[in-house]
């Protein structure tokens, strides 16, 4: 009997724990039906709106942001949150940010500024670490760069680099203490990488670096980091959080690249020659230049009361050299006028000596005294 009653319990432990795989299994199942899943079409169509696609040599279409001269990926408009599952998360501000800052990479071309090249597999930020001398770095992958196979040899340059004091790492306003570019090879310097690396979608697919330690970061920030848990948008727009919850469109993409092309591409040499300043300029610059036709006037009152005073000494000062010069030039003509004058004097002189030798033979004459 007691035998019977032992297999029972075991039988009955068996139940309970398929009932609990099968309950896990049907909720993994339906999260995974629930996620959205979109063509690699819907990369150019949905980001249309907000930039331009151009076709670039060895990436093939790539997007460039309609934003100002001062953008920077995964450094202007966001900032850093923690989650339990994906650890470090950028939450970017734009609303085209659900797709640059967690697809693909950002390349740097010195005459275009960034641009986006896109790809399949999604990440909380594609982006390397570095730590140390009380600094928390970050770069953004460049375009071709895989972290399980080429990350070793991958050296960004100092300018793809941004800093921040450790203690500000979980702020929410993390770009007013940004460091300014010009330390970051100080920086660079007295800091180490972070050699640490997550997955997700596999082990040696879709390897992603994550930054500092979290009980590390708690040390510098002197408080307790609340991690927030990524729930996935039905629709593509900007992150929001909300009771330590992350919304952010996360959409499985389909591996349908060579099918897919931009219904615009803007063409090189025209995006470098009107594109630039007609689609980079305007978010900031309109009111830059009201307010500077708003100063002119305000400016050019007291500068143009400034020149009258000014100019009304200045007028006989400029004008007395140039009265001066003809005074100097007077002398030179005249001194070939005093010259001949001295020349003709003797000239006349000697006519004037010679009468006297004329006179002579009067002289003479009384000596004809004979008679």
């Not at 979290?214 to 980091?225: G, P, V």
């Not at 003509?333 to 009468?355: F, G, I, K, L, Y």
Request: charged fraction near 20%.
């Amino acid at each position: 009997m007691i035998t019977k009653s032992i297999q029972m319990k075991k039988i009955k432990i068996l139940i309970v724990i398929a009932l609990l795989l099968t309950i896990c299994t049907s909720s993994l199942q339906s999260k995974a039906q629930a996620r959205v899943s979109v063509s690699f079409q819907f990369f150019y169509d949905n980001l249309s709106p907000y930039g331009s696609w151009m076709s670039y040599p060895h990436y093939g279409y790539v997007w460039r942001p309609n934003v100002g001269r001062g953008f920077h990926p995964y450094r202007t408009r966001g900032h850093w949150v923690w989650s339990d599952e994906y650890e470090w998360i950028w939450v970017s501000d734009y609303s085209w940010g659900w797709a640059p800052f967690h697809y693909g990479r950002w390349h740097y071309d010195g005459y275009y500024g960034w641009l986006w090249v896109p790809d399949y597999d999604w990440a909380p930020a594609w982006v390397v670490w570095r730590s140390g001398g009380d600094y928390y770095g970050w770069a953004p992958l460049d375009a071709g760069i895989s972290i399980s196979i080429s990350f070793g040899n991958y050296n960004p340059s100092y300018d793809y680099w941004c800093f921040v004091p450790r203690r500000y790492i979980t702020s929410p306003t993390i770009y007013n203490y940004y460091v300014p570019v010009q330390q970051n090879v100080t920086i660079i310097n007295n800091t180490t990488v972070i050699n640490y690396y997550s997955s997700s979608g596999g082990p040696t697919r879709n390897v992603f670096v994550n930054g500092p330690q979290r009980t590390e970061a708690e040390k510098y920030t002197h408080q307790s980091i609340k991690p927030v848990k990524l729930n996935e948008s039905s629709r593509p727009g900007a992150a929001t959080i909300s009771n330590n919850q992350l919304a952010l469109y996360k959409p499985k993409v389909s591996r349908d690249k060579n099918a897919a092309r931009p219904s615009k591409i803007v063409p090189a040499e025209k995006l470098t020659k009107t594109n630039e300043p007609a689609t980079n300029r305007p978010a900031n610059n309109p009111p830059v230049k009201k307010e500077s036709v708003r100063s002119e006037p305000q400016r050019n009152q007291p500068i143009r009361n400034e020149p009258v005073k000014k100019q009304s000494p200045p007028v006989p000062q400029r004008n007395q050299p140039q009265r001066n010069e003809p005074v100097r030039n007077q002398p030179v003509h005249n001194e070939p006028q005093r010259n001949e004058p001295v020349r003709n004097q003797p000239m006349q002189n000697q006519p004037q000596r010679s009468q006297p030798v004329r006179n002579e033979p009067q002289r003479n004459q009384p000596m004809q005294f004979n008679h």
